[in-house]
């Protein structure tokens, strides 16, 4: 498929790391305008304590409103297992759609039995206020963004294209981190390789990278910025030269390794509903469920 590449556009990419989750969320501003996108906030939550708050996502909004930016879109790369968004949160402080790529309905039918969600949870994605289709583009003020899906490490990843910027989600770490997992329920190294090399081979050397995590290996400071020239040179996993069957036998071994993340629990139950919290029962207290031998 061809793709509305605009590398003559660059948009201004403020990041924003989360040192519990080693999440960075980006806000995306148009350079002719004060428009403006937010990809992948994060909801704050004690896990141990059952309590949620939102430094993170108010530190973001902010920058927002210091800027005097008007927020139009929020944008989830995927429905994350290692933060809870915060997308709700902020859309109710700052307006914007909420957007996730249109495979989020296999997530929701997924993680809806895994949860024993029953019927009330609806899985047609309609908690979103936007399902992106492979191809698909939006406009940030005079910015015209696309849409790559790019599965592998989930069924919904994608990857958002924003001028000279793209915004890879999970898919990707900077070079020295090589590449996300792909043991999670819908997840596929295989399918991950050829995600990762159609982002590559698709988008120029130029392109910008901006990566959804960052785990400082080696002890190095955090980066989230990198090129698509350099990925395909030195990255540890899948720079050029590395096959397909080297990829997958290097990543399931690897994967075979990890442990589940820390906050895969409440993180699936919340990220599948937009970041919503689930509903209240007949108390009005709310509750998540921890599902037992399930993942």
């Known amino acids: 498929m061809p793709y509305p590449i605009d590398t003559g556009v660059k948009p201004k990419v403020a990041g924003f790391f989360d040192p519990d989750t080693s999440t960075i969320s980006y806000v995306v501003q148009d350079p002719q305008s004060a428009s403006c996108a937010i990809v992948d906030p994060v909801m704050d939550i004690d896990y141990a304590a059952g309590r949620i708050s939102f430094k993170s996502a108010d530190i973001v909004i902010d920058y927002v409103r210091t800027n005097g930016l008007t927020l139009e879109w929020l944008i989830e790369t995927h429905a994350h297992a290692d933060h809870l968004s915060a ?159 080297e990829f997958v036998a290097m990543r399931e071994a690897r994967d075979r390794t990890l442990g589940m993340p820390r906050l895969i629990i409440p993180s699936l139950q919340v990220n599948i509903r937009a970041g919503h919290l689930p509903p209240p029962d007949a108390s009005g207290k709310t509750f998540l469920k921890v599902p037992i031998n399930a993942l």
């Not at 969600?117 to 979103?128: A, P, V």
């Not at 849409?147 to 919904?156: C, K, R, S």
């Not at 130029?206 to 698509?228: I, K, Q, S």
Request: aromatic residues 10%.
């Open 87 to 245: 997308s709700p949160y902020i859309q109710e402080k700052l307006g914007g759609k909420i957007g996730i790529g249109d495979h989020i309905l296999t997530v929701q039918e997924t993680f809806g039995k895994v949860f024993n969600e029953g019927t009330e949870f609806r899985r047609d994605g309609s908690q979103f206020d936007r399902l992106f289709k492979d191809g698909e583009t939006y406009t940030i003020g005079n910015m015209t963004a696309f849409v790559m899906h790019t599965p592998g490490h989930t069924p919904a990843c994608a990857t958002h294209v924003i001028g000279d910027a793209a915004f890879v989600g999970d898919t990707l770490f900077m070079p020295d981190g090589g590449t996300a997992r792909a043991d999670f329920p819908g997840g596929n190294a295989r399918t991950l390789f050829r995600s990762i090399r159609r982002i590559l081979e698709t988008l120029p050397p130029e392109t910008r990278l901006f990566m959804c995590h960052d785990y400082a290996p080696n002890g190095r400071d955090v980066r989230w910025e990198t090129m698509v020239g350099e990925e395909r040179a030195a990255n540890i996993h899948v720079r050029d030269g590395v096959t397909e069957d």
